[in-house]
């Protein structure tokens, strides 16, 4: 048989393509037959951000203890309670001003805080940045920021590696050490649990606003300390707040560009 | 040589055993249960059963990395909430007879139900439900942390 050089190449590299491509071609016609388009109902905002304004909630918390938005967030979304802190997961919770506010000690704000927000704790949570660092350290893009502003995380992809653990200067993320089943109150049965070995936090409610409610910590709040909007449209009752509150950020000098604000 | 050739014989026996030593055996097809009266899946029955952990996947990637939560259906234009949880097993309400019958009988062994929750079993078969009364926050008693937690 007569074959030259230019043969053989020809003949190999179309066979190299037909092996490449097969598997695409595949892969192709499985794919979903339909198409998925975001609900009507849905949110949807260019950034979404919170104010929660402390004013209100330390009234709440002083009188009655106040955690409605804690309950409410971890019954929503499954969120185990664990007695020891080593093992904790948290969405949101209270910290103490001097945790969540480092570096504001000026002495009047220190007087302020010692006369009037004495002992008040302060609810904290992803701060959903503009900037994150967690999603920058995280190496299978199981974190990963949504163009209206949303931090997300995507379970079925997080190796539990811890990065984003690290990297967070909020602690707002928590890995689940052991099998956090068990240690779920109140069973949602509309929304998963996670498993051994993932890292979870705060998803802004990602799941409620893509079927037109608000997220649950907001809902629940009685006291209307939580506000939750669109802090791109300058229309939005947020923004109307941010004009004429003054507001401050947890750690803003570290360049993440939180977008929870708060009112003292 | 002969040596050789019988130890190639028998290691070829043992090797195919799996194979020859089956033939003629008839294992049963599971008989799968969905515990509904609705006649028609999202999309064809027949892709259904080939394609059902692609179009899985699919939902999950649309779901919750592009924010699209509403399935258009090529079958029958109707539209569907993208969910496992609060779709799929609202028809496949028994799991244990239909997803587990089939995946146990082709030995597969998917981690859907790692995090997603059986609508019958809950996430604790063995032990009933606590009810959850109140939040069990660190600093519920002195007020504030002074933990240095962040």
């Not at chain 2, 990395?65 to 539209?79: A, E, F, M, Q, T």
């Not at chain 2, 496949?92 to 995946?103: A, E, L, N, P, S």
Request: glycine share 6%; proline share 7%; hydrophobic share 35%.
């Amino acid at each position: 048989m007569d074959r030259d050089r230019r043969d053989f190449l020809k003949v190999a590299g179309l066979s190299a393509l037909a092996i490449g491509a097969a598997p695409h071609l595949a892969c192709a016609a499985d794919d979903m037959p339909g198409e998925a388009i975001p609900s009507p109902k849905a949110l949807t905002a260019k950034r979404w951000g919170m104010i929660v304004d402390i004013r209100k909630c330390s009234k709440a918390t002083s009188e009655r203890k106040c955690v409605d938005c804690v309950v409410a967030c971890n019954n929503t979304h499954n969120v185990p309670s664990f007695d020891s802190k080593q093992h904790e997961v948290k969405w949101i919770w209270q910290t103490g001003l001097e945790n969540a506010f480092p570096g504001e000690e000026n002495r009047f704000l220190d007087e302020y805080i010692t006369d009037t927000l004495k002992g008040t704790p302060i609810m904290v949570l992803c701060n959903h940045c503009d900037n994150p660092p967690c999603v920058r350290v995280c190496p299978v893009q199981a974190t990963f920021r949504r163009s209206d502003g949303i931090v997300m995380q995507d379970q079925h992809r997080c190796i539990g590696c811890r990065f984003c653990m690290a990297a967070c200067p909020y602690g707002a993320r928590s890995l689940n050490w052991v099998d956090p089943r068990p240690k779920i109150g109140q069973v949602n049965k509309e929304y998963p649990t996670r498993t051994r070995g993932v890292v979870e936090k705060c998803t802004f409610c990602f799941s409620r606003l893509s079927v037109g409610v608000i997220p649950a910590c907001v809902e629940s709040c009685k006291e209307k300390a939580l506000i939750f909007g669109d802090v791109d449209d300058p229309n939005s009752e947020i923004r109307q707040i941010l004009r004429t509150q003054p507001t401050i950020r947890r750690k803003p000098h570290l360049g993440t560009r939180p977008q929870v604000y708060y009112i003292l | 040589m002969p040596s050789i050739v019988a130890g190639v014989i028998i290691f070829l026996v043992l090797f195919t055993y799996p194979f020859w030593g089956n033939l003629g055996n008839k294992t049963a097809a599971p008989v799968l249960v969905t515990g509904t009266t609705e006649k028609q899946c999202v999309e064809k029955t027949e892709f259904m059963k080939t394609s059902h952990m692609k179009l899985l996947d699919e939902w999950r990637d649309a779901v919750v990395r592009d924010g699209k939560r509403v399935y258009v259906s090529k079958l029958n234009g109707k539209h569907y909430d993208m969910s496992l949880q609060n779709t799929c097993t609202k028809c496949h309400i028994k799991k244990d007879q239909f997803c587990d019958r089939c995946h146990t009988y082709v030995n597969v062994s998917p981690n859907c139900w790692a995090c997603h929750i059986d609508p019958v079993q809950g996430i604790n078969p063995q032990t009933p439900p606590q009810q959850q009364t109140a939040y069990n926050a660190h600093t519920q008693g002195e007020g504030v942390a002074t933990d240095g937690s962040r």
